[in-house]
């Protein structure tokens, strides 16, 4: 129980450090969340079925991109807080709850102005996809910044798979094997158009969050591991 309880203390901990470190850049973050925001007023005027699907991809663009920030701004720190006695697996996980945190009370309230402004077909549906956004966005963010070691070349990844998405209608075949399928299929179902079963949109992000993951933990484990220097030799 000692032990399960210190686990505890330091990812709570290591969640604090991050949070105080995305806070140092407020700047960017109100760009963040003012880029879906803008994303979805731009298309309410067209068509307030289709700004759902504009506000959620933009959603996913600024939850990914403050991830990967996150991830950039504690890169040389948390080597250093591992040599102190922080486990990698605390650091990361904190990280990830205090993101998934933020990106869903984020996504509460752009759920809420979206339902208040587009009168969805069906409100759950709009939840749905806003609340499947920070899973799978936060992941996305993680793996990239675990693969790119500069923050422009993650953001132009993000953004070029967002954009992607953006691009192409609900039905498209390529929309399959990109991550934001399950909340651009359930956006659509909120607007009132076809759309795939919600059983195969959840397995489809839950594929993708344990697959990012997964990239996201192998690669940063061997960005944060201590490399022990070998023994010196005993003086003759």
Not at 9 to 23: N, V
Not at 190 to 200: C, W
Not at 208 to 218: F, M, N, P, Q
């Amino acid at each position: 129980m000692t032990g399960a309880r210190a686990f505890l203390q330091r990812t709570l901990i290591a969640a604090e450090m991050q949070g105080r470190q995305l806070l140092r850049r407020r700047l960017a973050l109100a760009i963040l969340v003012a880029l879906p925001v803008a994303l979805y007023l731009a298309m309410l005027s067209q068509s307030k079925e289709s700004a759902i699907e504009f506000g959620a991809l933009g959603m996913s663009w600024s939850v990914a991109c403050a991830a990967l920030f996150a991830v950039l701004a504690a890169r040389e720190a948390e080597p250093r807080l591992v040599l102190i006695g922080f486990r990698p697996a605390e650091l990361m996980l904190g990280r990830f709850l205090l993101l998934l945190g933020g990106g869903t009370a984020f996504a509460a309230l752009v759920g809420v102005a979206m339902t208040l402004a587009s009168a969805p077909v069906s409100v759950a549906a709009l939840f749905g996809s806003c609340l499947l956004v920070p899973p799978i966005a936060v992941s996305l963010g993680l793996a990239v910044a675990a693969i790119l070691p500069h923050d422009l070349e993650g953001t132009l990844v993000i953004i070029g798979l967002v954009g992607i998405q953006l691009a192409l209608s609900g039905g498209a075949w390529v929309n399959g094997i990109l991550p934001m399928n399950g909340p651009i299929q359930l956006a659509y179902l909120a607007g009132g158009f076809p759309a795939d079963p919600v059983g195969l949109m959840l397995v489809h992000s839950l594929v993708y969050v344990v697959a990012l993951l997964a990239i996201a933990a192998a690669g940063w484990s061997l960005r944060v591991r201590v490399r022990r220097g070998r023994p010196a030799a005993p003086v003759q």
